[in-house]
């Protein structure tokens, strides 16, 4: 698990492509202090198993599925991407809850500078924006952001100047693709409410028993 606080910009060394499974390294210092091989880093949000440590980075497998669900394919060596190591168990909780499991990707509209901040609109799809809220959580790129408007196709999302230098967001330009993450109690919920009675029967989740525990 992750919390989409970003804790260095790392850069891609190596892109090894394959039919059925490809491999990246990528150029990093901070997220090795203390990682071993097998430990799980976030690369522009996407989860990653460490295959292998060198002095100046690590190299991850990366399978067809992820390289269909997020912007990891369209990456080069020099590409800029944001690394965080999973989160310790007795660490802070400074973002939300962030899988590392992409749900799609958006493409970036527009930047507009608003005071010191940057407003980043999105264009998304509808399986991405009936997940998200305003002042809702949503991860793009591996950031945990906050959503300051919800359009009919598209999200915006406001980034403070910490963010904008710590990560790579605002070097990217409209029409770039960003991987995004919906919250993931959301994507809970929705299953939940789009149960069908077949499946309540089996699952032990029926209105009955909601109310007899207090729920409803």
């Known amino acids: 698990m992750f919390t989409g606080i970003i804790e260095e910009i790392g850069i891609v060394g190596r892109v090894v492509p394959g039919s059925t499974c490809g491999e990246i390294f ?78 799609s990707t958006g493409v970036i509209k527009s930047m507009t500078r608003e005071g010191n901040a940057v407003l980043v609109c999105i264009g998304a799809g509808r399986d991405v924006l009936s997940l998200v809220v305003e002042k809702g959580s949503i991860a793009i790129d591996g950031i945990s952001l906050t959503v300051a408007a919800l359009g009919k196709d598209d999200l915006t999302v406001s980034v403070i100047p910490h963010t904008g230098s710590e990560t790579t967001l605002l070097g990217k330009r409209p029409g770039d693709r960003v991987n995004l993450e919906n919250d993931i109690i959301g994507k809970y919920v929705k299953r939940l409410m789009q149960t069908s009675p077949e499946e309540e029967k089996t699952s032990g989740v029926t209105e009955e028993m909601l109310a007899e525990y207090g729920f409803i």
């Open 26 to 103: 990528i150029r990093a210092e901070k997220v090795l202090e203390g990682t071993e091989t097998g430990d799980s880093v976030a690369v522009n949000g996407v989860c990653l198993t460490v295959t292998s440590l060198s002095s100046g980075g690590f190299t991850a497998d990366v399978m067809p599925e992820t390289l269909r669900r997020s912007n990891l394919g369209e990456l080069s060596p020099g590409s800029p991407v944001n690394l965080e190591r999973a989160m310790p168990a007795g660490g802070r909780f400074g973002g939300h809850i962030v899988s590392g499991h992409i749900d």
